[in-house]
Protein backbone atom coordinates (compact mmCIF):
# COMPACT_ATOMS: atom_id res chain seq x y z
CA UNK A 1 0.00 0.00 0.00
CA UNK A 2 1.30 3.71 -0.91
CA UNK A 3 2.28 5.33 2.39
CA UNK A 4 -0.28 8.26 2.95
CA UNK A 5 -0.16 11.41 5.11
CA UNK A 6 -2.03 10.85 8.72
CA UNK A 7 -6.18 11.97 8.53
CA UNK A 8 -6.15 15.76 9.20
CA UNK A 9 -6.43 16.90 12.72
CA UNK A 10 -7.61 20.18 13.76
CA UNK A 11 -4.17 21.80 13.65
CA UNK A 12 -3.06 19.58 10.85
CA UNK A 13 -2.13 20.77 7.41
CA UNK A 14 -4.47 21.19 4.72
CA UNK A 15 -5.12 18.16 2.55
CA UNK A 16 -2.84 17.56 -0.40
CA UNK A 17 -5.01 17.63 -3.41
CA UNK A 18 -5.45 14.12 -5.01
CA UNK A 19 -3.01 12.79 -7.10
CA UNK A 20 -1.10 9.66 -8.55
CA UNK A 21 -1.43 6.96 -5.93
CA UNK A 22 2.00 6.26 -6.17
CA UNK A 23 3.28 9.79 -5.16
CA UNK A 24 6.42 9.22 -2.37
CA UNK A 25 5.46 10.56 0.95
CA UNK A 26 8.74 12.69 0.66
CA UNK A 27 7.27 14.27 -2.31
CA UNK A 28 3.84 15.38 -0.50
CA UNK A 29 5.74 16.96 2.07
CA UNK A 30 8.00 18.47 -0.88
CA UNK A 31 4.22 19.66 -1.92
CA UNK A 32 3.26 21.27 1.46
CA UNK A 33 6.90 22.91 2.03
CA UNK A 34 6.27 24.93 -1.40
CA UNK A 35 2.76 25.40 -0.82
CA UNK A 36 3.88 27.27 2.39
CA UNK A 37 6.89 28.84 0.70
CA UNK A 38 3.90 30.22 -1.76
CA UNK A 39 1.76 31.30 0.97
CA UNK A 40 4.07 33.36 2.12
CA UNK A 41 4.22 31.58 5.45
CA UNK A 42 8.06 31.72 5.37
CA UNK A 43 9.52 34.93 3.63
CA UNK A 44 12.85 35.30 1.72
CA UNK A 45 15.71 35.33 4.06
CA UNK A 46 13.62 34.34 6.81
CA UNK A 47 14.43 30.36 8.55
CA UNK A 48 11.95 27.72 7.99
CA UNK A 49 11.15 25.68 11.08
CA UNK A 50 13.24 23.03 12.11
CA UNK A 51 13.16 19.39 11.03
CA UNK A 52 11.90 18.26 14.37
CA UNK A 53 9.18 20.56 14.19
CA UNK A 54 8.44 19.82 10.76
CA UNK A 55 8.10 16.40 11.05
CA UNK A 56 6.11 16.59 13.99
CA UNK A 57 3.66 19.04 11.97
CA UNK A 58 3.65 16.53 9.35
CA UNK A 59 3.47 13.71 11.35
CA UNK A 60 6.17 11.88 9.49
CA UNK A 61 9.61 11.15 10.11
CA UNK A 62 12.37 13.10 10.12
CA UNK A 63 14.27 11.22 7.55
CA UNK A 64 11.47 11.97 5.34
CA UNK A 65 10.95 15.73 6.13
CA UNK A 66 15.14 16.13 5.71
CA UNK A 67 14.92 14.12 1.49
CA UNK A 68 12.17 16.94 1.16
CA UNK A 69 14.23 20.04 1.81
CA UNK A 70 17.28 18.38 0.14
CA UNK A 71 15.44 18.30 -3.02
CA UNK A 72 14.40 22.17 -2.34
CA UNK A 73 17.49 22.99 -1.50
CA UNK A 74 18.62 21.48 -4.64
CA UNK A 75 16.10 23.55 -6.69
CA UNK A 76 17.61 26.45 -4.87
CA UNK A 77 13.96 27.31 -3.11
CA UNK A 78 15.71 26.64 0.62
CA UNK A 79 19.29 27.10 1.70
CA UNK A 80 21.35 25.14 4.46
CA UNK A 81 23.27 27.23 6.75
CA UNK A 82 25.77 24.91 9.05
CA UNK A 83 24.81 25.24 12.37
CA UNK A 84 22.00 28.05 11.70
CA UNK A 85 19.09 25.73 10.07
CA UNK A 86 17.36 26.07 6.81
CA UNK A 87 16.41 29.52 4.96
CA UNK A 88 14.04 30.71 2.52
CA UNK A 89 16.40 31.11 -0.75
CA UNK A 90 16.53 34.56 -1.67
CA UNK A 91 18.13 36.77 -4.76
CA UNK A 92 19.40 39.35 -2.34
CA UNK A 93 22.17 37.17 -1.11
CA UNK A 94 25.68 37.71 -2.36
CA UNK A 95 25.97 33.88 -3.83
CA UNK A 96 22.58 33.93 -5.55
CA UNK A 97 21.79 37.38 -6.67
CA UNK A 98 22.94 36.93 -10.09
CA UNK A 99 22.31 32.83 -10.38
CA UNK A 100 20.35 33.66 -13.37
CA UNK A 101 22.81 35.78 -15.39
CA UNK A 102 25.77 33.46 -16.58
CA UNK A 103 27.42 36.13 -18.66
CA UNK A 104 31.08 36.21 -16.70
CA UNK A 105 33.99 38.33 -17.21
CA UNK A 106 37.38 36.93 -18.86
CA UNK A 107 38.98 38.09 -16.10
CA UNK A 108 38.50 39.34 -12.62
CA UNK A 109 34.68 39.02 -10.13
CA UNK A 110 31.33 38.51 -12.02
CA UNK A 111 29.70 40.77 -9.95
CA UNK A 112 30.16 44.28 -9.64
CA UNK A 113 28.03 45.99 -13.16
CA UNK A 114 26.36 49.40 -12.60
CA UNK A 115 23.05 49.65 -13.62
CA UNK A 116 20.83 52.43 -16.29
CA UNK A 117 17.90 52.16 -16.54
CA UNK A 118 16.41 53.85 -19.84
CA UNK A 119 12.50 53.19 -19.29
CA UNK A 120 9.93 51.75 -17.42
CA UNK A 121 6.46 52.14 -18.71
CA UNK A 122 3.29 50.42 -18.97
CA UNK A 123 1.47 49.71 -22.39
CA UNK A 124 -0.53 46.99 -24.14
CA UNK A 125 1.72 43.80 -24.29
CA UNK A 126 2.18 42.99 -27.84
CA UNK A 127 0.64 39.82 -29.04
CA UNK A 128 3.83 37.77 -28.51
CA UNK A 129 4.58 38.74 -25.03
CA UNK A 130 1.45 38.08 -23.39
CA UNK A 131 1.33 34.77 -24.81
CA UNK A 132 4.66 34.07 -22.94
CA UNK A 133 3.19 35.83 -20.19
CA UNK A 134 -0.10 34.03 -20.20
CA UNK A 135 -1.70 37.46 -20.50
CA UNK A 136 -4.89 38.03 -22.18
CA UNK A 137 -5.36 40.24 -25.03
CA UNK A 138 -5.10 43.57 -24.69
CA UNK A 139 -3.69 43.45 -21.28
CA UNK A 140 -0.96 45.65 -20.25
CA UNK A 141 2.68 44.67 -19.14
CA UNK A 142 5.22 47.09 -17.15
CA UNK A 143 8.66 47.52 -19.61
CA UNK A 144 11.50 47.92 -18.43
CA UNK A 145 14.98 48.82 -20.40
CA UNK A 146 18.55 48.95 -18.78
CA UNK A 147 22.16 48.43 -19.27
CA UNK A 148 24.34 46.75 -17.31
CA UNK A 149 27.78 48.14 -17.59
CA UNK A 150 31.67 47.64 -16.14
CA UNK A 151 34.00 49.86 -15.90
CA UNK A 152 32.08 51.90 -17.89
CA UNK A 153 31.70 49.81 -20.75
CA UNK A 154 27.94 49.11 -21.22
CA UNK A 155 27.74 45.14 -21.61
CA UNK A 156 24.26 43.73 -21.41
CA UNK A 157 21.07 45.61 -22.75
CA UNK A 158 17.66 44.19 -21.19
CA UNK A 159 14.09 44.63 -22.46
CA UNK A 160 12.20 43.20 -19.71
CA UNK A 161 8.24 42.50 -19.43
CA UNK A 162 6.48 42.38 -16.57
CA UNK A 163 2.80 41.94 -15.80
CA UNK A 164 1.42 45.04 -14.50
CA UNK A 165 -1.00 43.80 -12.18
CA UNK A 166 1.94 42.18 -9.97
CA UNK A 167 4.05 45.32 -9.99
CA UNK A 168 1.76 48.10 -9.30
CA UNK A 169 4.03 51.09 -8.31
CA UNK A 170 7.48 49.94 -9.84
CA UNK A 171 9.10 53.13 -11.65
CA UNK A 172 12.78 53.70 -12.82
CA UNK A 173 13.55 56.13 -9.61
CA UNK A 174 12.03 53.11 -7.81
CA UNK A 175 14.57 50.80 -9.69
CA UNK A 176 17.26 53.12 -9.14
CA UNK A 177 17.19 53.93 -5.46
CA UNK A 178 17.34 50.39 -5.06
CA UNK A 179 20.95 49.08 -3.93
CA UNK A 180 19.97 45.19 -4.28
CA UNK A 181 19.46 42.94 -7.22
CA UNK A 182 15.72 43.50 -9.49
CA UNK A 183 15.20 40.08 -8.28
CA UNK A 184 15.69 40.92 -4.40
CA UNK A 185 13.37 44.13 -5.08
CA UNK A 186 10.16 41.97 -6.60
CA UNK A 187 10.70 39.50 -3.34
CA UNK A 188 10.76 42.05 -0.61
CA UNK A 189 8.40 44.87 -2.38
CA UNK A 190 6.13 42.98 -4.89
CA UNK A 191 5.77 39.66 -3.66
CA UNK A 192 7.05 37.50 -6.59
CA UNK A 193 9.65 35.16 -6.46
CA UNK A 194 11.95 33.56 -9.75
CA UNK A 195 12.66 30.24 -8.42
CA UNK A 196 13.26 28.71 -11.91
CA UNK A 197 13.98 30.45 -15.76
CA UNK A 198 14.38 28.89 -18.90
CA UNK A 199 16.46 30.34 -22.17
CA UNK A 200 17.27 30.68 -25.73
CA UNK A 201 20.62 31.87 -26.93
CA UNK A 202 21.26 32.74 -30.53
CA UNK A 203 23.75 35.76 -32.11
CA UNK A 204 22.45 38.61 -33.77
CA UNK A 205 23.87 41.62 -34.90
CA UNK A 206 24.02 45.59 -33.29
CA UNK A 207 21.50 47.37 -35.12
CA UNK A 208 21.95 51.22 -35.01
CA UNK A 209 20.21 52.11 -31.47
CA UNK A 210 22.08 49.55 -29.95
CA UNK A 211 24.96 49.99 -31.42
CA UNK A 212 25.19 53.08 -29.66
CA UNK A 213 23.62 52.07 -26.41
CA UNK A 214 26.17 49.48 -26.20
CA UNK A 215 29.13 51.85 -27.34
CA UNK A 216 29.79 49.27 -30.37
CA UNK A 217 30.25 49.35 -33.92
CA UNK A 218 26.98 48.85 -35.82
CA UNK A 219 26.76 45.23 -36.78
CA UNK A 220 28.85 43.83 -34.28
CA UNK A 221 28.18 40.73 -33.01
CA UNK A 222 26.13 40.36 -29.79
CA UNK A 223 24.37 37.39 -28.01
CA UNK A 224 21.09 37.49 -27.66
CA UNK A 225 19.19 35.74 -24.83
CA UNK A 226 15.45 35.06 -23.90
CA UNK A 227 15.05 34.28 -20.54
CA UNK A 228 11.19 33.13 -19.22
CA UNK A 229 11.51 33.39 -15.54
CA UNK A 230 8.42 31.18 -13.36
CA UNK A 231 7.19 31.72 -10.34
CA UNK A 232 5.85 28.86 -7.44
CA UNK A 233 3.02 26.63 -9.67
CA UNK A 234 5.44 27.51 -12.59
CA UNK A 235 3.65 30.54 -13.01
CA UNK A 236 5.45 33.07 -16.08
CA UNK A 237 5.83 36.25 -14.58
CA UNK A 238 9.11 37.91 -16.53
CA UNK A 239 10.04 38.04 -20.04
CA UNK A 240 13.76 39.26 -20.31
CA UNK A 241 15.43 39.58 -23.44
CA UNK A 242 18.81 40.82 -23.22
CA UNK A 243 21.69 41.64 -25.67
CA UNK A 244 25.01 40.64 -24.27
CA UNK A 245 28.20 41.90 -25.54
CA UNK A 246 30.91 38.65 -25.42
CA UNK A 247 33.99 41.02 -26.25
CA UNK A 248 35.28 40.54 -22.70
CA UNK A 249 32.67 38.18 -21.62
CA UNK A 250 31.53 35.10 -22.19
CA UNK A 251 28.27 32.90 -21.05
CA UNK A 252 29.16 30.32 -18.51
CA UNK A 253 26.74 27.75 -17.93
CA UNK A 254 26.95 24.27 -15.37
CA UNK A 255 25.33 21.43 -16.97
CA UNK A 256 25.01 18.20 -14.23
Known sequence: MPAALPPDLPDAEPALPA???????????????????????????????????????????QGTVRKAIDELATENLLV?????????ATHAEENTQYRFLRLTPDAGPASGMARRFLDCKRMRA?????????????????????????????VVLDEIWLPSGLFKGLTAERLSQYAGPMYGLFETDFGVRMIRAEEKIRAVAADASTAELMQVPMASPLLSVERLSHTYGDKPVELRRGLYNTLAHYYRNELQ
Do not use: C, H, M
Open 19 to 61: GPAFSPLYQQIKALLVRSLQSGDWKPGEAIPSEVELAARYRVS
Open 126 to 154: PQDVAKALGLKAGESALLVRRTLSRNGQP
Open 80 to 88: RRQGKGTFV
